[in-house]
């Protein structure tokens, strides 16, 4: 059984920068998608950027395309997101998720994705 794990939320201004990581374990295949998504209050979840771990190829949102950063670790199943340059718009949870032995796909969807996190609270105040 496939599991992961967000941490890093938290409360900064417009502006400021935040960290999420993300830890996953369980897997049985060797490479894997993996995203972050968020969801803001009365909104769909949207994707924000993927990740993958077989090559490092990476996506990103046009929203947050030069501000945020996906990267992996080494042992390639721990996942980064460095956000930079916060907006208000960039409020809500973001969740990490896991598409087990899959490439990763352009727009993200959802429902691609086996796997997710608890998700962890991101506030940006203006």
């Known amino acids: 059984q496939v599991q992961v794990q967000e941490s890093g939320g938290g409360s900064v201004q417009a502006g400021g920068s935040l960290r999420l990581s993300c830890s996953t374990s369980?897997?049985?295949?060797?490479?894997?998608?993996l995203g972050w998504f968020r969801q803001a209050p009365g909104k769909e979840r949207e994707g924000v950027a993927s990740i993958y771990t077989g090559t490092g190829s990476k996506y990103y949102e046009d929203s947050v395309t030069g501000r945020f950063t996906i990267s992996q670790d080494n042992d390639k199943n721990t996942v980064y997101l460095q956000m930079n340059n916060l907006k208000p718009e960039d409020t809500g949870v973001y969740y990490c998720a896991a598409d087990p032995g899959s490439y990763c796909y352009k727009p993200m969807d959802p429902s691609d994705f086996d796997y997710w996190g608890q998700g962890t609270q991101v506030t940006i105040s203006s």
């Open positions: 369980g897997y049985t295949d060797s490479y894997n998608c």
